[in-house]
């Protein structure tokens, strides 16, 4: 396969961009949105070219461990970062244990879009050095995403209701 499946995702929130941007940038809000439904913990957030999101999702007895590596930082208007899926408790590149094709490592970039009262985000995740077999289930999954980050979403208008109202 030549061609990459892309999933994107556009959204407008009812806030500053800046907010916005905080909401996806400080550890104390961005765990209470990232991985619904999980127990998210933040291992260590370094936003900075070069530096690491260390993030654990715990479900009861199971966590799933990922590492993100952020590429481009350019507050509050764009980051972008390599996206490791799965990881071991070490931080160790593994595939994903529920879903053994899923692509190992992705490309995500986030936009934030001054609107004034309003801000446009789009997310966009890309496969990065994937199998044939990654990209086939990445491409095959991309119409069940919008599920999860939707609930995160939803989460996320919660916060920026809470930030605004002092």
Not at 95 to 117: A, H, L, S, Y
Request: with cysteine; charged share 25%.
């Amino acid at each position: 396969m030549s061609d990459l499946p892309e999933y994107t995702l556009d959204r407008s929130f009812a806030a500053p961009r800046e907010l916005v941007w905080r909401a996806w940038t400080d550890p104390e809000l961005l765990n209470r949105w990232y991985g619904p439904g999980a127990d998210t913990v933040i291992h260590e957030f370094e936003l900075e070219p070069g530096g690491c999101w260390l993030n654990e999702m715990r479900w009861g007895e199971t966590s799933n461990f990922q590492k993100v590596v952020f590429l481009e930082v350019d507050p509050p208007a764009k980051m972008v970062w390599q996206h490791h899926s799965s990881t071991d408790a070490e931080w160790n590149d593994a595939p994903n244990p529920m879903m053994p094709d899923w692509p190992r490592v992705f490309i995500t970039t986030v936009t934030f879009t001054d609107r004034g009262e309003r801000t446009d985000v789009r997310l966009s995740q890309v496969p990065h050095e994937a199998t044939d077999a990654e990209i086939a289930c990445f491409a095959e999954a991309m119409s069940n995403m919008d599920g999860g980050w939707g609930s995160g979403y939803a989460m996320i208008d919660e916060i920026l209701a809470e930030l605004q109202a002092g």
